[in-house]
């Protein structure tokens, strides 16, 4: 792919950031930002070093291609092919997690992204703290090359310490509420877990030079498909085993608290701003709980695709509704953020048949965001007196996917405690009853809410009981 034309002189690059987690997202949205904001800024300073988490496949991907990967856009307004060349290296943080140690205490580097999912963080439920029973976090503290991305980062961090090199910012690009503060709470918990005379002067050392910024990020980009990869190759007459397809659509949000230098994101397009968490909860409660809502639904409805989900009409209405009757009146908006036109354009990305976005995807991992995406909606209708009826639609709808599938086949890290919560006779009375005893999830004023219980029984039963039809007919008409 060298013989492409490339935005940026790969030979005065100089790595400034390194990545965790360089999977498609992140070479879709931090990558291409970062490429934009060198190549506008004429800074060549922030070269990227991407370690992956779980799997090599993205290194075996990149290596042969020198790190250079094509971002392909896919629906109405796409741009051309664009191959990206702001990765400078690639890393497997499995099988080399001591290098992974030494690019991150590199004097060049200034700036640590992180897109290490939900899982990655090894978050206690119970805590919301680091979580110690973790066998890896246990390894990770007792001095073996780090495994964990939070491992990794504060064995980088104790290294910049040791060396005497630069301050640093820790960005978390993951999708959260307060990502920025969680992964703070997160590495000081590892650091303080260090025996004293590491610890003390870690934390001394970070207090002075570390800072963790809140974010918010969107870009849709599903997974490449053979058909995507072959697509590509037809159009730029090379193989591309790491192309990655994404939506036109792309958007960062940063709070401006950095602890040195960083690139200028904002000449790409980020919004620096200081209510982050405003941006972030509209996201949440409006993009992607309809998004759930849609994948909950189509699956029910054997919709394999969430652009299949919203061309059904009633589950289109009922994303529209659960966003403008239950999310806008209860939600605080970001100044520059017209709530009406965002919900517009939600639903039009939603429709791009082009991204092949599944349903299934989409609604895995569903115990570790009911809570942020929905329950928050919920609750604040609630307080206010109001019946969150499309929001608890959307509840029931992960309930039944929970009640319908197998334990096995579950994609959820609290599959198994789900599945044993479950009543034999799976009546929607019993499972609905069932699921809201589940404290991870529902606490308890939400678990003895009888108006709650009574809507998620109702539209359980409907989901249940009467197919596609009769759910149409209850959103559209009941």
């Known amino acids: 792919m060298a013989n492409r034309p490339l935005a940026l002189d790969r030979s005065a690059l100089n790595p400034g950031i390194v990545h965790l987690g360089l999977g498609a997202f992140a070479r879709a949205h931090t990558a291409v930002f970062t490429e934009k904001a060198m190549e506008l800024s004429g800074e060549s300073g922030w070269g990227i070093i991407g370690i992956t988490q779980r799997s090599d496949t993205v290194v075996q991907q990149l290596a042969p291609q020198d790190g250079l990967f094509t971002v392909a856009e896919r629906g109405q307004a796409a741009a051309p092919l664009h191959v990206v060349s702001s990765v400078l290296e690639a890393v497997s943080g499995r099988d080399n997690p001591v290098?992974?140690?030494?690019?991150?205490?590199?004097?060049s580097v200034a700036v640590i992204t992180l897109t290490i999912t939900e899982k990655g963080y090894r978050i206690d439920p119970q805590t919301g703290s680091l979580n110690f029973e973790d066998h890896q976090i246990q390894s990770d503290l007792a001095g073996n090359p780090p495994q964990t991305a939070i491992g990794q980062i504060v064995r980088g961090l104790q290294e910049r310490c040791r060396l005497g090199v630069g301050p640093v910012t820790v960005v978390s690009c993951d999708n959260f509420p307060g990502n920025g503060e969680l992964t703070e709470r997160l590495v000081n918990a590892f650091a303080a877990a260090l025996p004293a005379a590491e610890a003390s002067p870690l934390m001394d050392w970070m207090d002075r030079n570390v800072t963790f910024p809140n974010t918010m990020v969107d870009r849709m980009v599903p997974a490449t498909t053979p058909g995507d990869i072959a697509a590509v190759e037809r159009e730029l007459d090379l193989r591309d085993e790491a192309a990655v397809v994404a939506e036109p659509f792309m958007q960062w949000v940063i709070e401006d608290k950095f602890a040195g230098p960083r690139p200028r994101w904002e000449d790409a397009g980020a919004v620096f701003s200081n209510d982050v968490a405003a941006w972030e909860a509209a996201k949440l409660r409006l993009l992607n709980a309809s998004h759930s809502l849609l994948a909950y639904l189509g699956l029910a409805a054997s919709k394999k695709t969430i652009a299949d989900a919203i061309a059904v009409e009633s589950f289109r209405a009922a994303s529209e509704r659960m966003m403008f009757q239950d999310v806008l009146p209860t939600l605080h908006l970001p100044e520059r953020l017209d709530g009406e036109t965002y919900c517009k354009q939600v639903l039009a990305r939603f429709a791009n048949p082009a991204l092949g976005h599944t349903t299934r995807k989409v609604a895995s991992d569903g115990s570790q965001k009911v809570g942020l995406r929905l329950l928050t909606t919920v609750r604040a209708n609630l307080d206010a007196g109001r019946t969150p009826k499309w929001a608890a639609l959307a509840v029931a709808a992960w309930m039944h996917h929970v009640a319908t599938t197998a334990a096995g086949e579950l994609n959820d890290p609290m599959a198994a405690e789900l599945h044993a919560a479950l009543p034999t006779n799976r009546s929607p009375a019993s499972v609905v009853h069932a699921l809201l005893g589940v404290r991870n999830i529902f606490d308890d004023r939400l678990a003895t809410h009888?108006?709650?219980?009574?809507?998620?029984?109702?539209?359980?039963?409907?989901?249940?009981?009467?197919?596609?039809?009769?759910?149409?007919?209850?959103?559209?008409?009941?």
Do not use: C, M, Q, T
Request: no cysteine; aromatic share 8%; charged share 20%.
């Open 99 to 107: 290098l992974v140690v030494k690019r991150l205490a590199l004097p």
């Open 450 to 478: 009888a108006g709650f219980a009574a809507l998620l029984e109702h539209w359980y039963a409907i989901i249940d009981e009467h197919g596609l039809e009769g759910l149409g007919n209850e959103i559209l008409h009941g």
